[in-house]
């Protein structure tokens, strides 16, 4: 995969805009960079986290009643920190700050539990061609996949319910990347579509049904969509 940028963004939603904004930006301490709008209600506050984005997209109206995401939790590197600091954001989402270098944490990992481990190393391996660092591991530039557990992850269309949602991987071609995914057994969630002069887009799935962006932004490109 040709990576537009060397860092994984992890997108929620949530209902409770002013408590998120100040348990990211004061609690955890996450610069904010700016406001998306993405129609329908909603908006996007992205937080630079180590290279990687933080989306919290704020609903005005009510969340779908969607069943769990597989995203169980976020790891963020910190310098300096002497020991892993567990938090949990307003909803419930599970975030640590852990010390730089910690397991191989260099910038964030997202802690995945899964129905079926070895259909996951196949997919992170194969299918989005990540580097596997260990059991488990698996690595898009200096962001981490971690399959944090096996347990009943309920497969869902919805990717904008409650809690963790997404992931997103920056690419140079969105067409084509979307297309050798799906060519090496990924599933679509979304083809791609552009949004204005911003970002071309579409999403695939992995075997529980997370839904990973694939995001060609002309911002990091630096050509047209």
Same mark, same amino acid.
């Given at each position: 995969?040709?990576?537009?940028?060397?860092?994984?963004?992890?997108?929620?939603?949530? @209902?409770?805009?002013?408590?998120?904004?100040?348990?990211?930006?004061? @609690?955890?301490?996450?610069?904010?960079?700016?406001?998306?709008?993405?129609?329908?209600?909603?908006?996007?506050?992205?937080?630079? /986290?180590?290279?990687?984005?933080?989306? /919290?997209?704020?609903?005005?109206?009510?969340?779908?009643?969607? =069943?769990?995401?597989?995203?169980?939790?976020?790891?963020?590197?910190? %310098?300096?920190?002497?020991?892993?600091?567990?938090?949990?954001?307003?909803?419930?989402?599970?975030?640590?700050?852990? =010390?730089?270098?910690?397991?191989?944490?260099? +910038?964030?990992?997202?802690?995945?539990?899964?129905? %079926? =481990?070895?259909?996951?190393?196949?997919?992170?391996?194969?299918?989005?061609?990540?580097?596997?660092?260990?059991?488990?591991?698996?690595? $898009? +530039?200096?962001?981490l996949v971690v399959i944090a557990?096996?347990?009943?992850?309920?497969?869902?269309?919805?990717?904008?319910?409650?809690?963790?949602?997404? /992931? @997103?991987?920056?690419?140079?071609? $969105?067409?084509?990347?979307?297309? +050798?995914?799906?060519?090496?057994?990924?599933?679509?969630?979304?083809?791609?579509?552009?949004? +204005?002069?911003?970002?071309?887009?579409?999403?695939? $799935?992995?075997? %529980?049904?997370?839904?990973?962006?694939?995001?060609?932004?002309?911002?990091?490109?630096?050509?047209?969509?």
């Amino acid at each position: 995969m040709n990576l537009a940028k060397q860092h994984l963004d992890i997108g929620l939603f949530s @209902t409770r805009r002013d408590e998120q904004l100040a348990f990211w930006q004061q @609690t955890v301490g996450l610069p904010y960079d700016h406001m998306g709008k993405l129609g329908g209600g909603m908006q996007q506050h992205r937080h630079h /986290m180590n290279g990687s984005i933080l989306k /919290m997209n704020h609903s005005r109206g009510a969340l779908p009643d969607a =069943p769990p995401s597989g995203i169980v939790g976020l790891e963020i590197a910190r %310098d300096g920190l002497a020991a892993r600091q567990a938090l949990a954001d307003p909803d419930g989402n599970k975030v640590t700050l852990v =010390p730089k270098g910690e397991h191989g944490v260099q +910038g964030i990992a997202i802690l995945l539990e899964v129905n %079926d =481990p070895a259909e996951h190393d196949r997919f992170w391996t194969h299918a989005m061609q990540f580097e596997r660092t260990g059991d488990g591991r698996y690595r $898009c +530039g200096d962001s981490l996949v971690v399959i944090a557990g096996r347990g009943r992850v309920e497969r869902s269309n919805e990717w904008r319910g409650p809690g963790y949602r997404y /992931m @997103t991987v920056q690419v140079w071609d $969105c067409l084509h990347e979307y297309a +050798g995914i799906l060519a090496r057994g990924g599933a679509s969630g979304g083809e791609p579509r552009v949004l +204005g002069d911003t970002v071309r887009y579409a999403f695939v $799935c992995d075997p %529980d049904g997370n839904h990973i962006e694939i995001s060609q932004r002309a911002s990091l490109t630096g050509g047209k969509l």
